[in-house]
């Protein structure tokens, strides 16, 4: 029999991360807002949230690689009973032929840069604006410590952090931090994250917070935000610090997250080639929505040794997956995204990152399966 648990109940659940965390958004798995699926062995998972008619899966199941087919299987098996799609979304590059095995269609959706921590350096002429800009900060009094949430006396830390995030989600007009893709601060619960913060004369201005990728000796880039007064370069500076700390520590690598469309024309797999078209116009066309290039370039500057590709998976793209994608990523409904945008709302602009690309897909295809 299946088993359908919360994940504050799915005791099992960490012991399978440390076994198969490949996936570098996995660690988020444990997050309250996504239900697990069990295969009925007990030995994979699936971590989905529920949007109307469609399943959207945080990435590829959580299991052995020689599972990942009948996992597959199994979950279809699952969505037929209980009248679900399934969607699976930030799908790793090595995983598709199990999903093409399935009869799924991809759509690449960005690139994720990785850092090899035992050779970042800020030397060399490649490095020369972060050096700067860091160099600046330093100057302006920054600097930047490992934080312990649980520490005795880490409260007054605790509660500028919460303060700092507050006001980086009221400035972007976020209701409530969102979680498919991003992890929650759980300060009263880090669990194994990793949160750095930049001070100025001893008060936390901004922080970061990482999460692990167990399989692979890494850390992922969750959290990142700062305070409107923040010195420039501060994050230029408290990343390069991260970095160097997270070495120290014995990890091997970090990535910073996916660039949402970067380089999606170039994808290792077929694609619908109107809808890739209708993308890589809302990327180039789109700034005054969501600057997904200056993402990018911001991630680039870091010197990555290698960016990974990104996918969904799905068999159906039509209204209902789009809708469902909004709820899971950005909070709201297709249709109230859309009102925004046609009334100019300060959102988009301010963090909406998904949006403009999934409103696009919406009104250029609708309607378009597999």
């Not at 002429?125 to 934080?147: D, E, I, K």
């Not at 692979?216 to 700390?245: H, I, K, N, W």
């Amino acid at each position: 029999m299946v088993a359908l648990t919360a994940v504050g109940s799915c005791e099992p659940l960490p012991a399978l991360l440390k076994e198969h965390g490949r996936n570098t958004t996995s660690y988020l798995m444990l997050e309250p807002d996504k239900q697990i699926f069990w295969s009925a062995a007990g030995d994979a998972a699936i971590a989905y949230l529920r949007a109307g008619s469609v399943a959207v899966v945080q990435g590829e199941p959580l299991c052995a690689d020689e599972q990942l087919e009948s996992v597959i299987a199994e979950f279809e098996a699952f969505c037929r009973r209980t009248r679900l799609r399934p969607l699976f979304f930030e799908v790793s590059e090595w995983t598709l032929p199990a999903f093409a095995s399935r009869g799924y269609r991809f759509l690449k959706t960005g690139e994720e840069p990785f850092i090899e921590l035992d050779t970042f350096t800020l030397a060399g002429n490649r490095m020369a604006n972060v050096r700067s800009s860091a160099s600046t900060a330093r100057r302006r009094g920054v600097s930047v410590r490992l934080h312990d949430p649980l520490a005795p006396g880490s409260a007054w830390t605790n509660a500028r952090l919460q303060e700092i995030s507050d006001e980086w989600l009221a400035e972007r007009g976020a209701l409530r931090e969102l979680s498919f893709t991003l992890g929650t601060l759980s300060l009263a619960n880090p669990g194994e994250r990793r949160y750095f913060v930049a001070e100025q004369e001893g008060r936390a201005i901004a922080f970061l917070t990482f999460a692990p990728i167990y399989s692979r000796s890494g850390m992922y880039l969750d959290l990142m935000r700062r305070a409107a007064d923040c010195p420039p370069g501060t994050m230029d500076l408290l990343l390069s610090e991260a970095f160097v700390q997270l070495a120290a520590l014995g990890y091997e690598r970090a990535t910073m997250g996916m660039a949402p469309l970067a380089n999606i024309e170039q994808a290792a797999w077929a694609q619908d080639a109107r809808l890739v078209k209708l993308l890589c116009y809302a990327r180039e066309h789109g700034a005054a929505l969501y600057n997904f290039e200056a993402l990018r370039r911001f991630k680039q500057k870091f010197c990555p040794q290698r960016w990974e590709s990104k996918y969904l998976a799905y068999r159906r793209l039509g209204w209902a997956e789009l809708n469902a994608l909004c709820w899971a990523l950005e909070g709201a409904g297709l249709p109230a995204l859309l009102q925004q945008a046609a009334a100019g709302h300060d959102w988009w602009r301010r963090g909406g990152q998904w949006a403009a690309s999934i409103a696009a897909a919406a009104l250029g295809l609708l309607g378009i399966s597999g």
